[in-house]
């Protein structure tokens, strides 16, 4: 059964794991476009925030649920093989690395959409009802603008929502040519969304 002990526990490790991905990136890209003197195309940026983005996961959850010394251990264990295991096979090959993240953040998609019906639909008084009005800590109100009456709830649909981005990109990237520009954070797309959101609030106020 599904309680707020074992929800807490598994996103927790979840998202401890889930950070290594786009900070591993990152760097491999950094250190590629010093040695190239060329620009990245806006990947590296895009992937230091991904990893931001996930670490923010985490601290919201440990602000629930303070980890006891072995699930630390357990942690730091984790982080070792994975962030060893991840970083040599992104120096081999990018664009798998890129696809098996999209798959395994599709699983956290699926993860977090559990830990959401489970909350929807619990029993009057159980622990996991309460999250439908408990607020939602501080930090995750301020992260995501939830709002005064943001709950636990609402923080669960954010978090899939990040989740969920964080899929489509991994895949997206993982189809992409080398010298590329990111279509995501391409200069030309942004400078067109701000015009076009100019003219629209131009309008608005006329």
């Known amino acids: 059964s599904i309680t707020v002990d074992k929800v807490l526990q598994r996103v927790i490790f979840l998202e401890t794991v889930a950070a290594v991905p786009g900070m591993v990136a990152a760097i491999i890209r950094h250190f590629k476009s010093l040695r190239n003197m ?45 962030g060893s295991g991840f970083l040599l096979a992104y120096m081999i090959s990018p664009k798998f690395c890129h696809r098996f993240v999209g798959y395994i953040e599709e699983e956290a998609c699926s993860t977090y959409t559990k830990i959401i019906d489970a909350i929807e639909t619990a029993p009057e008084g159980s622990d996991l ?75 608005k106020a006329n």
């Open 38 to 82: 060329q620009r990245d195309g806006g990947l590296l940026q895009m992937f230091l925030e991904e990893a931001n983005n996930e670490r923010m996961h985490l601290l919201t959850f440990v602000g629930m649920k303070n980890p006891s010394y072995p699930f630390r251990a357990a942690v730091l264990g984790g982080q070792i093989g994975f």
């Open 129 to 203: 009802a309460e999250w439908r009005t408990e607020p939602a800590p501080k930090i995750a109100v301020a992260y995501w603008k939830l709002g005064e009456k943001g709950t636990v709830l609402d923080l669960m649909y954010a978090v899939r929502a990040d989740e969920a981005e964080h899929r489509d990109v991994n895949h997206l990237v993982s189809e992409m040519k080398d010298g590329q520009i990111n279509p995501m954070f391409d200069p030309q797309v942004k400078l067109d969304i701000m015009l076009r959101k100019y003219v629209q609030d131009i309008m």
